[in-house]
């Protein structure tokens, strides 16, 4: 039994394949046509993962699409006769949807009528909760799931037992903890679709100072019986004009019209501009704005986890990306257990209806356990060469040696324990928005002027943007406050404060770090290098950020030599080849 799942005409495009419960590949669409959260269909995207899985398209039985053009459809018919303009760019998408099957006939140059594969509608948040709950480790948990907008609501909640899901309730649009998030983001000058959590950086170095406001911008009863919170709309204008996601056909890049009013401004004072400095008022809004977030959700879960008795909880949506947040549910909620699946905003949801259709509606038994997140393309040592001949990085006064596996990580640790900065390519890419250990840019943790040299020399990008710590698992409790697993990067734990001077560079200003821990068995090859850098220097840990430049993370070898070629990386491990700039 084959099934695709697809995201698309929304922002992060993607594409999943499940082979009789086990997933084979799950890709965005950005890792192809290199625009950053591309929106579309997600045509090359759906052809790697039928090319993974060695299958045709007349061999798909199932084809799952997140969007249900039924769900709260009398909550859609009261908004489109108020906003007759928002109800025709509505409307233009949910053409699309109806045409699916021919583009995905077109993009196997193949006729509609040769897909003999069923066609699934499922609800936008159901197939998120499907995305963290049915690959979770959990035979019961309780599910939240929170983002912008989907199917017309922004919020989901309930239980997993076993392969089926029970839905307790849901918070209709207006009302959006996404949307809010976007709409004070947009406020302080990150107008970019996806910018959100640069601002959940930019909070650390605030003071919630203007913490009354916001909980008028966002109310929450957190003694009430409701589970659900209420946005202060004169904040806002989306329930007047309408938060649809364009994009232009020619580049696909998502964009958001402006969410924030004129009130916002009258209350908090004026907005920024994207080309003016930041303030120590615009910190402290920051830090407003994620110490609000955190009162809503945090209070959502307790009043979930009260509700189930359970302690195990997954989560989805693009507000499960608040690592901040999510970090302090294990001291302020009464669960146990967390699981974000790596690509828990909307390009998870190819892989969520996936799974929906294969335990919810053909009621088949769990499988898997996403313990990693390589299932994207990968490249033969064959392609790794070739790159390298037609990139002319042979011969061009780049010092390149083929090593054995062993001995790569050995010499890759000390570079980095040298001070200089490697590009580190190696296995299938990541599905999600993080580079977890195989499309990253690695460097030495101890140096706490690396931050600034990653952020001026290779990133190009904020000077306060955070980096990430990846750590050996079983090191997790020596270094960190919590030893909870977290794979993905979406749990932000606080540094033990004797080893804050150790690793000052992925240690972010507030004491915490957005870590990955890194198990032998889920990446042995990054296993392996920080092992070694560990070996040299005592500290099993390494700084890790993406392997890209103002871009989609590299995919192909070839992007990854020329993203090392036009920055001013030392080093490269590309598969079993390190490359060195000559002297």
Same mark, same amino acid.
């Given at each position: 039994m084959n099934?695709?799942?697809?995201?698309?005409?929304?922002?992060?495009?993607?594409?999943?394949?499940?082979?009789?419960g086990r997933l084979v590949a799950a890709v965005e669409e950005e890792r192809f046509n290199r625009v950053k959260y591309a929106a579309g269909f997600p045509a090359a995207a759906i052809r790697y993962c039928l090319r993974e899985a060695g299958l045709k398209l007349k061999e798909i039985d199932h084809v799952a699409v997140p969007r249900d053009p039924y769900a709260r459809l009398g909550t859609k018919l009261f908004y489109a006769l108020r906003m007759p303009s928002f109800a025709r760019g509505r409307a233009k998408v949910l053409a699309k949807f109806t045409g699916v099957r021919e583009a995905l006939a077109a993009a196997f140059e193949s006729d509609p009528k040769n897909i003999a594969a069923q066609f699934h509608r499922i609800e936008h948040h159901q197939a998120h909760l499907a995305s963290a709950?049915?690959?979770?480790?959990?035979?019961?948990?309780?599910?939240?799931?929170?983002?912008?907008?989907?199917?017309?609501?922004?919020?989901?909640?309930?239980?997993?037992?076993?392969?089926s899901m029970n839905i307790a309730g849901a918070i209709a649009f207006p009302h959006s903890l996404g949307l809010y998030y976007t709409a004070v983001t947009q406020y302080l000058g990150f107008l970019k679709f996806g910018d959100e959590y640069k601002v959940m950086g930019l909070a650390a170095y605030g003071q919630p100072e203007k913490a009354e406001a916001f909980r008028d911008i966002v109310?929450?009863?957190?003694?009430?019986?409701?589970?659900?919170?209420?946005?202060?709309l004169d904040y806002f204008v989306h329930h007047r004009t309408g938060p649809e996601m364009s994009w232009a056909e020619a580049d696909k890049t998502p964009t958001l019209g402006k969410l924030y009013s004129e009130l916002m401004s009258?209350?908090?004072?004026?907005?920024?501009?994207?080309?003016?400095?930041?303030?120590?008022?615009?910190?402290?809004?920051? +830090?407003?704005?994620?110490?609000?977030?955190?009162?809503?959700?945090?209070?959502?879960?307790?009043?979930?986890?009260?509700?189930?008795?359970?302690?195990?909880?997954?989560?989805?949506?693009?507000?499960?990306?608040?690592?901040?947040?999510?970090?302090?549910?294990?001291?302020?909620?009464?669960?146990?257990?967390?699981?974000?699946?790596?690509?828990?905003?909307?390009?998870?949801? +190819?892989?969520?209806?996936?799974?929906y259709v294969w335990h919810q509606k053909l009621g088949k038994?769990?499988?898997?356990?996403?313990?990693?997140?390589?299932?994207?393309? =990968?490249?033969?040592?064959?392609?790794?060469? +070739?790159?390298?001949?037609?990139?002319?990085?042979?011969?061009?006064?780049?010092?390149?040696?083929?090593?054995?596996?062993?001995?790569?990580?050995?010499?890759?640790?000390?570079?980095?324990?040298?001070?200089?900065?490697?590009?580190?390519?190696?296995?299938?890419?990541?599905?999600?928005?993080?580079?977890? =250990?195989?499309?990253?840019?690695?460097?030495?943790?101890?140096?706490?002027?690396?931050?600034?040299?990653?952020?001026?020399?290779?990133?190009?990008?904020?000077i306060f943007r955070p980096f990430a710590p990846s750590i050996l698992a079983e090191a997790t409790g020596e270094w960190f406050e919590h030893s909870h697993p977290s794979p993905f990067m979406t749990l932000a734990y606080s540094v033990r404060p004797e080893k804050r001077a150790l690793i000052p560079a992925p240690t972010h200003v507030d004491g915490t770090g957005r870590l990955q821990t890194v198990t032998k068995e889920a990446n042995?090859?990054?296993?392996?290098?920080?092992?070694?850098?560990?070996?040299l220097t005592g500290v099993p840990v390494v700084l890790n950020t993406s392997f890209n430049d103002n871009e989609p993370i590299v995919c192909r070898p070839e992007e990854a030599i020329d993203c090392f070629l036009r920055?001013?990386?030392d080093a490269l491990a590309l598969g079993d080849f390190l490359v060195k700039r000559g002297s």
């Open positions: 099934i695709l799942g697809i995201n698309a005409y929304h922002g992060n495009a993607s594409a999943a394949v499940v082979c009789d709950f049915f690959v979770s480790p959990f035979e019961r948990a309780a599910l939240l799931s929170a983002d912008g907008l989907g199917d017309f609501a922004s919020t989901m909640w309930g239980s997993g037992t076993g392969s109310r929450f009863d957190a003694n009430g019986s409701s589970n659900g919170f209420r946005l202060g009258s209350r908090l004072g004026a907005a920024r501009l994207a080309e003016e400095p930041l303030e120590q008022r615009h910190r402290n809004l920051a +830090a407003s704005l994620q110490a609000r977030l955190e009162e809503v959700y945090l209070g959502m879960l307790r009043k979930l986890a009260k509700a189930s008795g359970l302690k195990s909880i997954c989560l989805a949506g693009g507000v499960a990306f608040n690592c901040v947040a999510n970090g302090k549910i294990f001291e302020n909620t009464p669960f146990e257990q967390v699981y974000v699946q790596p690509a828990a905003g909307d390009a998870g949801l +190819a892989v969520g209806a996936a799974y038994p769990r499988s898997l356990v996403m313990d990693h997140a390589y299932w994207g393309p =990968g490249y033969s040592a064959t392609e790794v060469r +070739a790159a390298m001949e037609s990139s002319g990085i042979v011969g061009r006064g780049y010092l390149v040696e083929e090593l054995p596996e062993q001995e790569l990580a050995r010499r890759a640790a000390a570079i980095v324990a040298d001070g200089e900065i490697l590009g580190w390519f190696q296995g299938r890419a990541e599905w999600g928005p993080r580079a977890l =250990g195989n499309r990253s840019i690695v460097a030495d943790p101890r140096r706490a002027d690396m931050k600034e040299i990653l952020n001026r020399r290779i990133k190009h990008r904020e042995p090859r990054y296993h392996a290098l920080i092992s070694a850098f560990r070996n920055t001013k990386m």
